[in-house]
């Protein structure tokens, strides 16, 4: 089913404020106490060009040495989780780069959080696909959950409290892209599936349902369709059309912030901007349109003392490829800080 919505009236003024964040958000960085404390618990943490970052200061916190993706890195209560992918080991590390803990897991990418691991095989098993393990993760051990072949290369995933993963992806012909649910119960089932059209899925997990959009490769004029989690309708999802008329396509990740989904907009301007989509009433409305987000490369989320402030690593691989900054979205505005500069 597809809906066709007009624009919500976007009223939200944008006064100056970045000092204000900018200094609100480094504060840590010039307390050499308040630092050492936070490092031992660094919160969010990315890794870019082999450097481990603390988020919300933007403070480089230890350099690896092997390769380590950005999916395959999170935080624990115990320290930083990451898969080491040339040494195919999972490895727990404080926050200035000991060893904790290490054990064998082979696997071609591996995707972490706190509680699941969800592992993808090297190769892929014509007509089945590549091999997928799901497992829960305690610290000491790996309980495989789940097991299986799917057609699916990821482009995005979320784990959910109760284990369960959300996998979406294409499939090995490039026509398709599905959206996977995993868990130890009820195995692999697909959810959703659409065509492909050179674009990614997306998803964003919000407490009324699933939203999924497609993530255009290049910055070119496409619908901004989104998808519904419909959890009484009978075909699972809707879909709609939101009329921007400076977008040109949904570009990056999305994320939710303030009840919000907030999806990244490539515009006629160049620049991506942030479209913020409240979906309580049971359908889209753009309740704000906010401009010069950088791009969303990668969610981040937010700290557990400054909840208002969403962070994400910002890069546009198209206006601007050598630049990577951290994002900060306060719901009205974004504020980016280029990388190094809060060392």
């Known amino acids: 089913m597809r809906n066709k919505l007009t624009v919500a009236a976007l009223t939200a003024t944008r006064r100056a404020g970045r000092c204000f964040i900018l200094c609100a958000v480094l504060c840590t960085a010039l307390c050499t106490s308040c630092l050492h404390q936070e490092t031992q618990n660094p919160g969010t943490v990315f890794i870019h060009e082999n450097t481990v970052y603390q988020a919300h200061s933007g403070i480089p916190l230890f350099t690896v040495t092997d390769t380590v993706r950005q999916r395959s890195l ?3 209560a115990r320290g930083i989780l990451m898969w080491n992918g040339k040494r195919q080991h999972l490895e727990e590390r404080t926050a200035t780069g000991a060893l904790i803990s290490s054990m064998p897991l082979e696997a071609e990418a591996v995707f972490v959080s706190p509680d ?3 592992a993808r095989g090297k190769h892929f098993a014509e007509p089945d696909g590549f091999r ?3 497992y829960r993760y305690t610290g000491a051990s ?9 057609d699916c290369f990821p482009s995005d995933l979320v784990f959910r409290s109760d284990g369960t993963a959300l996998l979406a992806g294409g499939n090995r012909s490039d026509s398709e892209l599905r959206l996977f649910e995993l868990s130890e119960t009820a195995g692999a089932r697909i959810l959703f599936s659409t065509a492909k059209d050179d674009s990614f899925l997306r998803i964003v997990d919000t407490p009324q349902g699933l939203l999924l959009f497609r993530s255009s490769r290049e910055k070119t004029q496409k619908d901004l369709s989104i998808f519904l989690e419909d959890r009484e309708g009978v075909h699972g999802f809707k879909e709609y059309t939101i009329y ?7 570009f990056g990740y999305g994320f939710l912030h303030g009840g919000n989904s907030v999806l990244p907009l490539a515009t006629d301007r160049g620049d991506i901007a942030l479209a913020v989509l409240s979906t309580l009433a049971g359908e889209p409305v753009v309740q704000d349109l906010v401009p010069d987000s950088g791009g969303v490369f990668y969610p981040l989320g937010t700290t557990a003392t400054d909840p208002a402030h969403y962070l994400y690593l910002a890069h546009d691989p198209i206006q601007n490829p050598g630049h990577f900054g951290i994002g900060i979205f306060d719901g009205r505005k974004c504020v980016q800080i280029p990388l190094g500069s809060a060392r």
């Open 74 to 76: 999170c935080v624990t």
């Open 116 to 118: 699941s691991i969800l």
């Open 132 to 134: 997928f393990s799901l």
């Open 142 to 150: 790996l309980q495989l959950l789940w097991e299986g072949n799917l």
């Open 244 to 250: 921007l008329p400076e977008g040109l396509c949904w």
